[in-house]
């Protein structure tokens, strides 16, 4: 656990970091390059509408920034990866859209992305499954209720 802690969490949350602030920065080429998800999200999803797509792409830096922190850092780092991994889902599907290239070389470069992409949320649910040796919310819930004794009630003649 120790190499994962000091070396694999960070390394998986760089990325993140790196891009939190550059579109935290400049957010304008994702406002461009995610407009037509952006605008899909804001009619799917109530109270979207209420933020503008800057606004929108600003959120999703914030939280690729503060996820990528939080897991280098450790702190609440299955929580953190968890959130990084939502986030990336659209993101991945509307930036690199392979299907949707007829060119065979851009095709070929967007599946690339594509698959890097699906590859790191795949590392990030691994990310936050990892308990880091301590038993897991469920068994501890499932265990505790084993140890739990309820006295059996004592049975009645002629039952």
């Known amino acids: ?61 914030g939280v690729e920034l503060v996820g990528g922190t939080m897991l280098a850092l450790g702190k609440v780092p299955r929580l953190a990866a968890l959130a990084l991994a939502a986030a990336m889902v659209p993101s991945t599907v509307v930036a690199h859209a392979y299907w949707t290239y007829d060119d065979p070389e851009q095709r070929a470069m967007q599946l690339i992305q594509f698959r890097k992409n699906v590859a790191i949320i795949g590392g990030l649910l691994v990310a936050a499954a990892d308990t880091g040796g301590r038993p897991s919310l469920c068994w501890r819930a499932r265990h505790a209720v084993d140890r739990l004794s309820v006295p059996s009630l004592p049975s009645l003649p002629g039952h």
Not at 10 to 36: H, K
């Open 1 to 61: 656990m120790l190499l994962v802690n000091l070396v694999a969490r960070p390394a998986l949350a760089w990325i993140f970091v790196r891009s939190g602030a550059e579109g935290l920065r400049d957010p304008q080429g994702r406002v461009q390059a995610g407009s037509e998800l952006l605008e899909r999200a804001q009619d799917a999803v109530p109270g979207l509408a209420r933020w503008d797509k800057r606004t929108l792409v600003r959120m999703h830096a």
